[in-house]
């Protein structure tokens, strides 16, 4: 009997004929209704269901109107779709995919090479790194100010993709705060840093360019530049940040996070960045600078952004909302060198990396209103507390087995193992205790040398610190 294969949920979200509707199509998609088999009359399913014949007749009619059913005055409705077929070819479909056998682009090949983006655990939980405090976000002040930009939706006029408001606001933002130099048309609006990143490697790469990234780094950029045929070359670190590999032609590009390197937090020093400016001939080689959480700095004056030391036109600047604000926002921006404006303008529509004019607008507003700024110095302070109370935890009560290094600013910190290289392990067996962290080792591109924990601090309240802490010393 079919009511038997029908389960409907009187309290549910979904209507009854929603319901009703949904799992007749189930049942015929997967073949456990065949075709040519006749399905109870309205009034006999209705009874069966003890629901109303309405609910039936519009179920019906809907899947008539789908093509599933055919449905005559008087008639019992007869099913028309082979689902069993129709799975067979979905099974082989993905056989096909499971096996390797499916040819998919060069580009989505090289997305399967790599680890990111890494799955978390859900929910949340401390000291998952990455992250600034969303529970901090003044979301009231941000409703209204996505209120005003809806209202204001009518009077706008259509386009540009980039709105003119809110990379005036960037631009003179970036200026103050990050020395960064732009006018507002070098700003392109994007949902993420990591769309900045694919849009350059859509621009800039040809297979087999070779292309200089920190490792440990940022595994996002990696994975963008490789995607796209890239020769991804890791460049070691010290104390100044990137060091130059000795012997090496200049690349095409050089991707690095000179503010606080991902995920070391080292700031790069001067005479660095001075020298991998120098390697970049200008329209040969270029650097792209991603700057995702240059905002906090705790120690010392900020150091202003690299781009801004460049007279020539060969950096691209990135930046992201995702830590500032939060990364429900989904905004970032790529500052792009004069030349290459209109060049990106176009590959931007070409790739759709538009964003929301409603939530552009909104974030020009809460810019203007002086919430942004108001935001970021509440989020400094707090974050500062936070990163000095991880510190002297974990030399307090992790100190014989981690050695920690400070950043200067940011949103986590690197503690390496002293012993051994079982930073995996270790990763595997806090997750288990309820503590999130986040394996050196992962961030290698190549060969890892260098094992231990990426803690993040900056999401977290003191208490939640101080328990993952105990948890942490328990488990060592
Ligand atoms: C170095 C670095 N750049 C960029 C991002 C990502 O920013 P978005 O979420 O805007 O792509 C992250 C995120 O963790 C990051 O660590």
Not at 15 to 41: D, E, F, H, M
Request: with cysteine.
């Amino acid at each position: 009997m079919i009511s038997a294969l029908i389960d409907l949920k009187r309290a549910g979200d979904d209507g009854l004929v929603a319901q009703l509707t949904s799992q007749l199509r189930g049942l015929i998609a997967t073949g456990r209704l065949g075709k040519g088999r006749a399905l109870p009359s309205s009034r006999r399913l209705a009874s069966d269901l003890g629901v109303s014949r309405n609910t039936v007749t519009y179920a019906f009619e809907q899947l008539a109107a789908e093509g599933y059913l055919a449905a005559s005055h008087g008639r019992r409705p007869v099913v028309t779709v082979d689902g069993g077929e129709r799975r067979q070819g979905a099974d082989a479909v993905a056989a096909r995919v499971r096996s390797g056998k499916l040819r998919l682009s060069p580009w989505a090949s090289q997305l399967k090479q790599t680890d990111w983006p890494m799955s978390y655990q859900v929910p949340l939980r401390p000291l998952r790194p990455g992250l600034g405090d969303a529970r901090e976000f003044p979301n009231e002040i941000w409703a209204r100010c996505l209120r005003r930009s809806a209202v204001r939706a009518a009077k706008r006029e259509l386009g540009p993709v980039n709105r003119t408001r809110l990379r005036e606001a960037l631009a003179h933002y970036l200026a103050a705060s990050r020395g960064v130099r732009a006018t507002p048309e070098q700003i392109m609006i994007l949902p993420s840093a990591q769309a900045a990143l694919t849009l350059i490697a859509a621009v800039l790469i040809s297979p087999g360019d070779e292309v200089w990234v920190e490792d440990p780094g940022y595994p996002g950029a990696a994975a963008a530049l490789r995607a796209s045929g890239a020769h991804v070359i890791g460049m070691r670190l010290d104390a100044q940040g990137m060091q130059r590999m000795p012997g090496l032609a200049a690349p095409k590009l050089i991707f690095m996070t000179p503010s606080h390197q991902h995920p070391t937090g080292r700031l790069m020093s001067l005479a660095r960045r001075t020298e991998f400016l120098g390697v970049c001939r200008p329209g040969k080689s270029w650097i792209a600078e991603d700057d995702y959480d240059g905002e906090f700095h705790y120690d010392s004056r900020p150091v202003p952004a690299l781009q801004g030391l460049d007279a020539h036109g060969r950096v691209f600047y990135v930046g992201t909302f995702s830590k500032v604000m939060t990364s429900d926002i989904r905004l970032g921006y790529l500052v792009v060198p004069p030349a290459l404006v209109s060049t990106f303008e176009i590959a931007q529509r070409h790739i759709g990396l538009i964003a929301s004019s409603h939530i552009q607008e909104a974030l020009a507003e809460f810019i203007a209103g002086g919430h942004f700024l108001a935001h970021l110095r509440r989020m400094r302070r707090l974050y500062h507390a936070r990163r000095d109370h991880l510190v002297a935890g974990l030399e307090l009560h992790l100190g014989e087995m981690l050695s920690i290094e400070v950043p200067a600013g940011g949103i986590q910190l690197v503690a390496r193992l002293k012993r051994g290289t079982a930073d995996r392990a270790a990763v595997k067996r806090l997750a288990a205790a309820g503590v999130e962290t986040r394996a050196l080792s992962g961030l290698a591109l190549d060969r890892p040398r260098d094992h231990g924990l990426l803690l993040g601090f900056a999401a977290w309240h003191e208490n939640e610190i101080s328990a993952a802490l105990r948890t942490m010393a328990s488990c060592f």
